[in-house]
DNA sequence: CTGCGGCCTGACGTTGCGTGAGGGTCAAGC
DNA sequence: GCTTGACCCTCACGCAACGTCAGGCCGCAG
């Protein structure tokens, strides 16, 4: 099978756009290809056209198999030109690569879903708040995992839009009242930090659903992104060890 | 907290290299962005440094929120440049195109992992060989639908490769005597054409398994795509009537 | 002889940056 | 004041796999 590229010249011999509907690739194509040093025409006429042979025919078809499996250029050239690298190896490793390349896209469109099917619930219409969101999620996606963030978006979707506006409407508040308070370094056992920590509490919960894992998880995310989270909430390690401490002090 | 860029002078501002560290981008990375006109920097210093506030920092992040989604620089601009394009639309569009590319991601994986698993099972080591089976499967993924190039694998698992070897290699006789019948215009009943019709069959149903739907998408092929299955097996439309003729005279 | 289709060789465009080349700028130490 | 490193700047080429002209030669039919 594996004639020598010096063929016999009574072989018929095709041109570029003989081969280019043979294989359904362009002219342009297979310039290129030869230009990779992928495939050589057998000859050339006297205008100094390219003619190919059927041992090229062959090649090519090797070529496109290949291609189709997603081998790069570079790739198909090693795996043709040398009779040695073993094709079988390369194959395997092209599927470890492929899974690799699935697994992540299958990810990212989890991800995708999630975020989209929230812009859609929450008719976030408004791309500042949806950009927000977007960037929650990356975070989020760091420090929960894929179960946690599941139960996180079921838990989203019984609550409904509405409570969850409202939860975030609330927590600017929640939160300049404990920063205050903090600033003011009053007790936190005081009767109104002690409200406030209530409050805190319960947003708190409304998120978690009172999953510890979850609020665990949570946790570490403030810890270890504290500058991000302060960002975007407003709320840095002090605040939220002030918080802690008031909470823990609740009596019910 | 959509705040025109033209910001108060006394905002802290930024040098490329701070920003690039705060957002994990490299300091080429902004220039590109800036050259795409997708961030343009606060300001310039004297010597022409770029000059960046958090207004900037904030767009940045969204840049590189849409980047993990997935999107092109391009459509990040359309998203951002102008409030109107729905950012919402443009996820859904995200998401369609994904799921796309997922699914061919995973057929492409399902194929090659067939490819692979036949390599390793037939120790074949021999590129040609491999090269073509690749092509084969690329044939058949275009007649068979997913179930049946499943039935055919675990079928080719339980022959086991010499079974498969030696069907393989009785094929050329038997298709060399038929060719040999058709040309000498022999009776398709006589004695000699029979016993070769019975050899064929059997080769045929060792691959079929007595499927009779595979056998039906194995004709569709050998029809439609005539040209490369005689290129491949030596088999053309005459021959497979001749063949198939014999066939159904067989007696038992 | 002219026209039309096919072929040729450059060579630039695409996507998202990486990677220098060649040359100013800035704060620090001598 | 001078040097030294660390930064910064603006070109500008490179990659993958071709698409898409541009400008011009070849060959055959009318």
Redesign the pocket.
Known sequence: MALPATGNSTMTLY????I?RRTG????????????GLLN?AA???????LYGSYELLRLQHIVSL?MLG??????LACLDVEAPSLAEALARQVDRLREVVVRQQELLRRLERIAQQAINGETIDSETLLNSIEASTIMEKYFTHEQLETIKQRGDTLGPERIKAVEQSWPHVIAGMQAALTLEKDPASEEVQLLARRWRTLVREFTGGNAEIQRSMNTMFREDAATMQAKTGIDPALMAYASKAISLLRD
């Open positions: 041109t570029v756009s003989q280019a690739l362009t002219v342009r194509t297979l310039h290129h290809y030869e230009a990779k025409p050339r006429s006297g205008a100094g056209y390219r291609k081998f790069s250029l570079k790739e198909i």
